[in-house]
């Protein structure tokens, strides 16, 4: 049946049965309401990000040689205009797509939900809508791409969810152009716009019944986040128990409460990357690719181990946030065979300790621990072991009463764990049993309780060196473990501070260990304690991993105890402070 007929079905059948909007969601959203509309979120923990589109025909290369950055934003990189895209679409005939393989796929790697890109930034449509000729009906494969895999994930007892990108390189009413654009923007009507991207995300609620809408593409000058507010509501009022990110808005890098006015949606998207304290206050997910690209590259081999993804997908749910892993088909409708073995790999390894990720809370030690990372559910602390240090490792500051420890994969296998000063130790095997993460269950009274985190004390000569990791960081500053430093610190309201203990009062030397963007440098802070202070400003570096130790000067401690040391902004002229490493405070002899 010819592509364009089925276009005009579907717009025929939209307009005999528009979509039922159901009764308006409520503007205000009880704790409990929000808890309820939620909880599979929470309890998922682990999703499928499927990146897909016409970017896979070229595959990351164009005109015959390699386009560098992600597949997926190949017309970008290439500065390829609309008239030489558009015309992939003649191409796009995906004869090996199976919806039902990819569904069970991703059921089987121990995943929960899967989203899938229904539109990128190139604005081509996986399915028939009404709202643009520049969809999969048009293309020699001519078929709806949504709708078999939203019926194959329900299929595998997943939910469908889709991704849907704000900004749109091809549409005739999107602005801004791109600079190599020679379509004039005068006629371009961004109201038009919107209007025509709430009934394609009216098509998308009405046919597919996504659990999720993924946004993204929200970042340039034209999107506001008024305009983030008024799609969230529509989409919330088509489905009022539908989740959204945070990605409307203007506040993707935040999260909790320090999202603040700029953010809409419900839940907060690192990407790439795991927030070393999470998002505290907030529901996350970081979305990470298997290799280096989104969209399928055939010179992407970047690929991560299956034992990186699994620690990655625990380190996700032990700081109480979901882990989006994606998978980038090709053309033809093939997923790569290296991210199926990885997923197959991870999915054996959920097959047995899905219990210490699906439905757990983050973990109750307030700071990254050596030797792995551990999740919890009310009477279980699940510790998840890859690095200990000897036959043992410590949990510091628990005060719970213990019951047994045992293995998850073989409940037979008991540790021993006995109470220390510093909280509790338990005994190893010689060998763990799985390299990757060995589970360890450890029994306790109620919900987990851990002694605050004693102050910081001088070392023998008398320093203190102040370091990133056990600092306090206001959102949205926070801790990143491959800096080994305080960064996004992209609020000059945000302080860092440490609690400090002073064994006598006198004067200290101070310095600070730095990186500053250049784009950002200028910034004007001051390091602060007992009611004493010096004022520093801020150079640029060569990047926000060139660190750099800056003399402030001298302080007097006036009295001997304990103290907070912070480090506050008092101008922010860029978008961020500093990257922040460590502060020293030297006694002067
Ligand atoms: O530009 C996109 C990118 O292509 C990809 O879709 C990621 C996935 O989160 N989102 C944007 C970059 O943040």
Redesign the pocket.
């Known amino acids: 049946m010819r592509p364009l007929i089925i276009s005009a079905l579907v717009c025929g059948f939209l307009a005999l049965h528009p979509p039922a909007v159901s009764a308006a969601a409520p503007r205000h959203e009880t704790k409990d309401r929000h808890d309820k509309r939620m909880a599979w979120f929470r309890e998922a923990r682990f999703g499928m990000?499927i990146?897909w589109g016409l970017y896979a025909i070229p595959a990351g290369e164009w005109n015959g040689k390699p386009v560098g950055g992600?597949a997926?934003?190949l017309m970008n990189s290439a500065r390829v205009p609309v008239s030489g895209y558009q015309p992939l679409r003649e191409q796009f005939n995906p004869v090996k797509f199976d919806a039902d393989s990819w569904a069970r796929l991703a059921r089987r790697a121990g995943m929960k939900y899967v989203v899938i890109?229904s539109k990128?930034?190139d604005g081509f449509c996986l399915w028939p809508t009404a709202q643009t000729d520049f969809n999969v009906t048009n293309t020699p494969y001519g078929k709806d791409i949504l709708g078999p895999l939203s019926a194959a994930c329900r299929k595998e007892g997943l939910r469908f969810a889709t991704?849907f990108?704000i900004?749109d390189w091809t549409h005739p009413d999107y602005l801004p152009r791109r600079p190599w654009d020679p379509r004039p923007g005068v006629p371009a009507d961004f109201d038009r716009f919107r209007r025509i991207l709430k009934s394609e995300l009216t098509e998308i609620i009405t046919n597919y019944d996504p659990a999720v809408l993924?946004f993204?593409?929200e970042?340039e000058d034209t999107w506001t986040t008024e305009m983030g507010r008024d799609i969230y509501w529509h989409v919330r009022d088509l489905k009022p128990n539908i989740i959204t990110n945070n990605?409307l808005g203007k506040a993707?890098y935040l999260g909790g409460a320090s999202a603040g006015k700029d953010s809409v949606g419900d839940y907060g998207?690192p990407?790439?990357e795991i927030p070393a304290g999470g998002l505290p206050g907030a529901d996350w997910e970081s979305?990470m690719?298997m290799n280096d690209t989104?969209?399928y590259s055939r010179f992407d081999h970047n690929w991560k181990s299956s034992t990186t993804l699994i620690r990655n997908l625990v380190n996700c749910a032990s700081k109480g946030g979901n882990y989006?892993l994606?998978v980038g088909p090709t053309a033809e409708g093939y997923i790569p065979a290296e991210s199926i073995i990885r997923l197959n790999e991870v999915g054996r390894w959920m097959d047995i300790n899905g219990d210490s990720i699906y439905g757990t809370s983050a973990s109750p030690f307030p700071k990254p621990l050596p030797w792995g990372a551990v999740t919890r559910k009310p009477g279980k602390l699940y510790l998840h072991v890859w690095s200990p240090e000897g036959q043992s490792v410590v949990l510091p500051g628990l005060k719970n009463k213990m019951g047994r420890a045992f293995l998850l994969s073989d409940p037979s296998r008991e540790f021993k764990v006995t109470r220390i000063a510093e909280g509790a130790r338990l005994s190893l095997p010689e060998a763990l049993p799985d390299k990757s993460d060995t589970v360890i269950v450890l029994e306790i009274e109620g919900q987990a309780k851990v002694a605050p985190q004693p102050p910081i004390s001088s070392n023998a000569d008398g320093s203190f060196v102040l370091n990133a990791l056990d600092a306090r960081a206001d959102s949205p500053a926070r801790y990143e473990e491959d800096k080994r430093a305080i960064g996004y610190w992209t609020d000059s309201r945000a302080t860092v501070s440490w609690t400090v203990e002073f064994k006598t009062k006198g004067a200290y030397t101070v310095t600070v260990e730095q990186a500053v963007h250049p784009d950002t440098e200028g910034a004007e802070y001051s390091v602060e304690v007992d009611g004493a202070s010096l004022t520093g400003k801020t150079r640029a570096t060569d990047h926000w991993n060139d660190f750099r130790t800056v003399d402030l000067g001298t302080i007097r401690i006036a009295r001997a105890g304990r103290h907070i040391v912070s480090v506050r902004p008092t101008l922010m002229p860029g978008f961020a402070v500093m990257n922040l490493r460590t502060v020293r405070l030297i006694p002067e002899q």
């Open positions: 990000f990146h992600a997926e934003w890109t990128h930034h991704y990108s900004m993924w993204d593409g970042w990605r993707r998207t990407e790439q979305c690719t989104w969209g989006l994606n």
